[in-house]
């Protein structure tokens, strides 16, 4: 099963790996690698985690307070967010309808 992130949840992976790398230089690289490890695990499990309602799940990451948002259809995971857990947690709701 393929992974493809919506292009706004790119961005915020993008934004975040920033984030970490100005507050300490490499700290964004391990965030993408705990990020890959989390898109791993879901990609192993899909079913596995933390139901948002019907459609939607979150893989929350080990290390950062950060969880992935996606759906599981026929032939991929469609990765909705990559959403701060402390912040809005219900700003990723709209794009559920998205492709």
């Known amino acids: 099963m393929k992974i493809r ?13 920033a984030y970490y ?4 230089p490499g700290l964004g690289s391990v ?3 705990e990020v890959l490890s989390s898109l791993e ?8 985690w933390h139901p948002l309602g019907k459609t939607a799940r979150r893989c929350q ?6 969880g992935i948002i996606y759906t599981v259809g026929e032939s991929e995971i469609l990765i909705l967010a990559i959403a701060h857990l402390h912040r809005e947690p219900n700003y990723w709701r709209d794009r559920l309808n998205q492709d």
Not at 61 to 66: A, E, L, N, Q, S
């Open 5 to 17: 992130f919506l292009e706004v949840a790119e961005s915020e992976l993008d934004e975040t790996i």
């Open 21 to 24: 790398d100005k507050e300490s």
């Open 31 to 33: 965030f993408l690698t």
């Open 41 to 48: 695990r879901i990609k192993a499990f899909p079913a596995a």
């Open 61 to 66: 990451t080990r290390r950062f307070p950060y």
